[in-house]
């Protein structure tokens, strides 16, 4: 039971600051909106009424400006996510840990939405909606079906200290291997045979300016995405606290139950954790 | 309006491959729908939990009947 001067304390905190202390997930999130919605409207004006139709696949190639930026954006934030990681790891932050978790949990959705745009752009130029020879499609696949066990591995884990330890263990090794698996795909295919488009350089003016327009309108839109997250996370948390706060529960043991996703009330629980350290 | 706007732009080589692109385009569209869905969800958790603590604050400052 909480005594008369630490609830006392408790409360003024609760006026003067978050209970999760001073991180606020939710600033900037609508400037952040905002420039998404600009980018994406800018994107697609330039890829439907800008770019020029390619000389093969024709009004198909459209595809492109969707499927390559997904798929760069999907492949940056798995790297990101070991990035993060690796801060945890150090740091021992948990911070750090539900970053990684929200960028990874993120590029997972990217990459699904990378598959699938995939399968329909080769059934409409190659008339097969996936194709095993392919060894681009097939290595993304793997990195996505590794990433798949990301989640499961997190929730067989009880404990949320070993949970995120390992989870960052995961997200690090998984991490290196992405730019490993390009490096190593893009060797064989250029023993295997030639390519069109090897770089963007290869690109035409216009289009590639497109490419870049639409990389930049998806990464913000991955960025946002993310915000959304981190800051939705951040409040249920908070009010987490504020409940047990409220009941008068022992803080020093929360009630948690079984989940995939980071821990956070055990940060921000009581006032003099808050206080002593960084919430989040 | 929109009927002047439309006849500016330059009309589209849809023909057969436009089906694959509006697919593929949509798919984007149903993903980030869907997010926002799971999200407006999640917000509604927490505006429902918001009342109930606020609910129980109320019920805390009630004068007890003597």
């Given at each position: 039971m909480?005594?008369?001067?630490?609830?006392a304390?408790?409360?003024?905190?609760?006026?003067?600051?978050?209970?999760?202390?001073a991180?606020m997930?939710?600033?900037?999130l609508?400037?952040?909106?905002?420039?998404?919605?600009?980018?994406?409207?800018v994107?697609?004006?330039?890829?439907?009424?800008?770019a020029?139709l390619?000389?093969?696949?024709?009004?198909?190639?459209?595809?492109?400006?969707?499927h390559?930026?997904?798929?760069?954006?999907?492949?940056?934030?798995?790297?990101?996510?070991?990035?993060?990681a690796?801060?945890?790891?150090?740091?021992?932050?948990?911070?750090?840990?539900m970053?990684?978790?929200?960028?990874?949990?993120?590029?997972?959705i990217?990459?699904?939405?990378?598959l699938?745009?995939?399968?329909?752009?080769?059934?409409?130029?190659?008339?097969?909606?996936?194709?095993w020879s392919?060894?681009?499609?097939?290595?993304?696949?793997?990195?996505?079906?590794?990433y798949?066990?990301?989640?499961?591995?997190?929730?067989?884990?009880?404990?949320?200290?070993?949970?995120?330890?390992?989870a960052?263990?995961?997200?690090?090794?998984a991490?290196?291997?992405?730019?490993?698996?390009?490096?190593?795909?893009?060797?064989?295919?250029a023993?295997?045979?030639p390519?069109?488009f090897?770089?963007?350089?290869?690109?035409?003016g216009?289009?590639a300016?497109?490419?870049?327009?639409?990389?930049?309108?998806?990464?913000l839109?991955?960025?946002t995405?993310?915000?959304?997250?981190?800051?939705?996370?951040?409040?249920?948390?908070?009010?987490?606290?504020l409940r047990?706060?409220?009941?008068?529960?022992?803080l020093?043991?929360?009630v948690?139950s079984?989940s995939?996703?980071?821990?956070?009330?055990?940060?921000?629980?009581?006032?003099?954790?808050a206080?002593?350290?960084?919430?989040? | 309006?929109?009927?002047?706007?439309?006849?500016?732009?330059?009309?589209?080589?849809?023909?057969?491959?436009?089906?694959?692109?509006?697919g593929?385009?949509?798919?984007?569209?149903?993903?980030?729908?869907?997010?926002?869905?799971?999200?407006?969800?999640?917000?509604?958790?927490?505006e429902?939990?918001l009342?109930?603590?606020?609910?129980?604050?109320?019920?805390?400052?009630?004068?007890?009947p003597?």
């Amino acid at each position: 039971m909480e005594s008369p001067s630490r609830r006392a304390a408790g409360s003024s905190e609760i006026k003067h600051r978050s209970p999760g202390g001073a991180v606020m997930y939710g600033r900037g999130l609508q400037a952040l909106s905002i420039a998404t919605v600009v980018a994406m409207a800018v994107s697609l004006s330039l890829v439907f009424f800008y770019a020029p139709l390619e000389a093969e696949q024709g009004f198909l190639q459209k595809i492109f400006y969707l499927h390559v930026p997904l798929a760069i954006i999907a492949l940056c934030g798995f790297v990101l996510g070991g990035l993060l990681a690796i801060q945890h790891l150090r740091t021992r932050d948990p911070r750090w840990d539900m970053r990684s978790y929200v960028v990874i949990h993120m590029s997972l959705i990217f990459a699904v939405g990378t598959l699938i745009t995939g399968s329909i752009w080769a059934k409409g130029s190659w008339g097969h909606w996936w194709v095993w020879s392919e060894p681009t499609l097939v290595s993304f696949l793997i990195i996505f079906l590794l990433y798949a066990t990301y989640q499961p591995l997190r929730f067989a884990i009880e404990d949320p200290e070993r949970q995120a330890r390992y989870a960052s263990v995961f997200a690090i090794t998984a991490g290196a291997f992405v730019p490993l698996n390009y490096i190593a795909v893009n060797l064989s295919t250029a023993y295997l045979h030639p390519r069109v488009f090897t770089s963007t350089s290869n690109l035409p003016g216009s289009m590639a300016l497109t490419l870049l327009v639409s990389t930049v309108a998806m990464a913000l839109l991955f960025a946002t995405l993310c915000k959304y997250e981190l800051t939705a996370k951040h409040t249920r948390a908070q009010l987490r606290a504020l409940r047990q706060r409220l009941a008068g529960d022992d803080l020093d043991t929360p009630v948690r139950s079984r989940s995939a996703a980071p821990s956070l009330s055990h940060v921000s629980a009581t006032p003099a954790r808050a206080a002593g350290r960084p919430a989040l | 309006m929109a009927g002047a706007v439309l006849a500016e732009v330059p009309a589209l080589p849809l023909h057969t491959a436009g089906k694959y692109v509006a697919g593929a385009y949509i798919v984007l569209f149903v993903l980030v729908l869907i997010y926002v869905a799971i999200m407006a969800i999640r917000l509604s958790r927490i505006e429902r939990d918001l009342g109930e603590l606020l609910s129980e604050l109320d019920e805390r400052q009630e004068p007890t009947p003597r």
